[in-house]
């Protein structure tokens, strides 16, 4: 069985759509998935939107595609970034994609690559559409990457604004409040895997909730791990911690609280 250290993976990046200040937080988060063996980003170079972008390009060895607008009022980067996509995928040179958008015109293609066999994971601002989300195996949210460098503005002045000696402006992720959607969420997964006793193996809950949620995440509580999560829910669920015979390993079942 072929490891997730192993997946080759083409890393696609919508300029016009995703903000260049955590750049290296997305990096991060992809070579957690696998060796990002193609990185392009697509925009139009001429324009002084897309300028903060350039010196990330030299720095992380991204491969800028310029792509005209021909048109005003029509994207032709996202019709170029298809285009690519497609050529990638009949080359057979990867093992999945990573969409770095928050735009809904991905959608169509996040969904042909699935039925390729791709594994298609996205990233993208909270303010993504659901449909491209739900296109993906996995999304991941660019606020929880990290901390942000920004600027000051009306719009960040909700999260926890943090200000370092250097007097850079960081924004600490914005966190969801647990509801009883995600609880009930938890639930039915946990009854869906467990055994006679009502205990599931907390890795098979997780990898499930992505199947049936791609863009959960426990960092979008406040939590590093799903474990802490779980256990910050005491009133719902039991947690047992079984060690592996003969070896230091610990595995996790989690059970519905009756």
């Given amino acids: 069985m072929r490891q997730k250290d192993d ?9 016009d759509n995703i903000p260049y200040s955590n750049i290296k937080g997305m990096l991060d988060e992809i ?3 696998g060796i990002p063996t193609i990185k392009r980003i697509y925009g139009d170079w001429t324009k ?8 990330a390009l030299l720095e992380h060895a991204i491969t800028p595609i310029q792509q005209y607008s021909y048109t005003s009022g029509k994207n032709a980067t996202d ?3 298809i285009i690519d996509a497609m050529d990638i995928l009949h080359s057979q040179k990867v093992d999945g994609f990573c969409l770095v958008s928050s735009d809904s015109d991905f959608t169509r293609l996040a969904t042909r690559l699935r039925e390729s066999g791709m594994l298609v994971v996205g990233i993208g601002e909270k303010k993504t559409p659901n449909p491209f989300i739900v296109a993906c195996d996995k999304f991941i949210y660019i606020e929880i ?12 002045s909700s999260s926890q604004v943090i200000t370092t000696v250097d007097s850079t402006i960081l924004i600490a992720p914005e966190i969801d409040k647990i509801d009883d959607e995600l609880v ?3 639930k ?3 009854d869906d895997l467990a055994d006679d006793n009502g205990w599931a193996f907390l890795a098979e809950v997780g990898n499930l909730i992505i199947k049936k949620k791609p863009d959960f995440d426990s960092r979008n509580y406040g939590f590093p791990k ?3 999560l779980i256990k910050s829910l005491k009133m719902h669920f039991d947690i047992e911690e079984k060690e592996v015979e003969n070896t230091h390993i610990k595995h996790i079942y989690v059970k519905i609280k009756q």
């Fill in 226 to 228: 799903l474990t802490p």
């Fill in 48 to 55: 002084p939107t897309v300028s903060g972008w350039k010196p």
């Fill in 145 to 156: 990457i990290g901390l942000t460098e920004t600027k000051p503005t009306e719009s960040n």
């Fill in 79 to 81: 019709s170029a970034m």
């Fill in 188 to 190: 039915v997964t946990i």
């Fill in 184 to 186: 009930k969420l938890l």
């Fill in 7 to 15: 997946l080759k993976l083409a890393v696609l990046i919508d300029a």
């Fill in 31 to 33: 070579a957690k998935l």
